[in-house]
């Protein structure tokens, strides 16, 4: 018994004598780590009667729970001390002192999106706004990719622990933009046009052209004896607003199972005037708007007959969009919080 109080005396002494955190981790270590000295007293238990054994362990264990209860209570000494250092370092504040004249700056990211809500609307179609975190039913089920489809090994997705994901594409609010404005479509005759911007998220590699969070821009537009020609119109006329002036672009076949048939949008690259550049991978173009007429089973899901209605969609890139306008050569400047380098697209607004 004489050992466990010779060791809580110690532990006493040296707990008086610690400065700071690390110090604490030691000497916290050194008690109650497996080779610690509190830990070490039981290993004697075993010379000990059973009676021995029973008053032995209850005290070991109230040591070890003073212990424990004492490193806690230095922490949070230690902790609030550091707290206290820092304050006293800081320069003092002069209440009387004029408030800085200096204006915020809206990222690039937001005014592109803002101008393109303003292009579209001028069109007819509504805004909506939508959830980042999602059901794997509205981001993959619900768009023609049931469980197990090889389409979704192209998006390396973020799984949270509840089942749900941080959405890897907008269009994991076309099921729930169809059912919404349905009934409109059916008894009023009112075509659906809506788009839909977010953030977006992918567990992939960054480069210059590519991140792990980006922003796309979904649209539809649902009615009857709609055609590619629909979209076509509705993407040059966007472009065409955008950058104030005709884009060259092109439509090549592209595989989305949300879509058919499919097409991929690319414009001419801006950054090299389409020689070649890492933002467009060294082709001349940069792909800019996975685009299609919308699968019939996605309609039927969403509640409208495919028999009557057909209807395109489209993803539009808003970060690379953005890299367009503003000739940004990396697209890992956009979330690099520099506000240096963003703060020079405020002439926009």
């Known amino acids: ?4 109080e010779e060791l809580k005396q110690q532990f006493e002494k040296e707990l008086e004598q610690i400065k700071d955190l690390s110090e604490l981790e030691g000497v916290r270590v050194s008690y109650l780590g497996k080779k610690g000295s509190v830990t070490g007293l039981l290993k004697g238990m075993k010379e000990l009667s059973n009676e021995e054994k029973k008053t032995f362990g209850q005290l070991v264990n109230e040591l070890k729970n003073s212990v424990g ?3 806690a209570e230095k922490t949070a000494e230690l902790k609030e001390r550091e707290i206290q250092a820092e304050i006293e370092l800081m320069p003092e504040f002069d209440l009387s002192m004029p408030a800085s004249t200096a204006r915020g700056s809206y990222h690039p990211i937001t005014l592109v999106q803002r101008q393109c809500e303003q292009i579209f609307k001028s069109m007819g179609f509504t805004v909506e706004d939508y959830s980042e975190v999602v059901t794997d039913y509205e981001c993959f089920e619900s768009v023609n990719i049931p469980k197990d489809h090889p389409a979704r090994d192209m998006q390396d ?3 949270l622990t509840n089942g749900q994901l941080l959405k890897s594409q907008t269009s994991a609010a076309q099921n729930a933009i169809l059912r919404k404005y349905k009934k409109p479509l059916y008894e009023d005759g009112v075509p659906i046009k809506a788009i839909f911007p977010g953030r977006c998220f992918r567990n992939e590699a960054t480069d210059a ?6 922003f ?9 004896d709609i055609s590619i020609s629909n979209l076509i119109y509705f993407m040059k006329t966007m472009l065409s607003e955008v950058f104030q002036k005709d ?4 439509l090549r076949p592209g595989f989305f199972p949300f879509v058919e048939p499919g097409f991929e949008l690319d414009i001419s690259c801006l950054i090299c005037g389409g020689e070649g550049c890492p933002s467009c991978k060294h082709s001349g173009w940069l792909e800019l708007c996975p685009c299609g007429m919308i699968h019939p089973e996605v309609l039927r899901m969403g509640g409208i007959d495919p028999d009557e209605y057909t209807g395109f969609a489209f993803g539009l890139g808003l970060t690379r969009l953005v890299m367009m306008k ?4 990396d697209i890992r400047d956009l979330n690099s919080g520099n506000l240096k380098a963003l703060s020079q697209f405020t002439d926009d607004e």
């Open 157 to 159: 997705t973020y799984y």
């Open 216 to 224: 796309q821009m979904e649209g539809m537009m649902v009615d009857k």
């Open 326 to 329: 503003y000739g940004i050569g």
């Open 1 to 4: 018994m004489g050992k466990i």
């Open 247 to 250: 884009i060259k672009v092109r």
């Open 69 to 71: 209860e004492k490193i």
């Open 209 to 214: 052209c590519h991140e792990n969070t980006f």
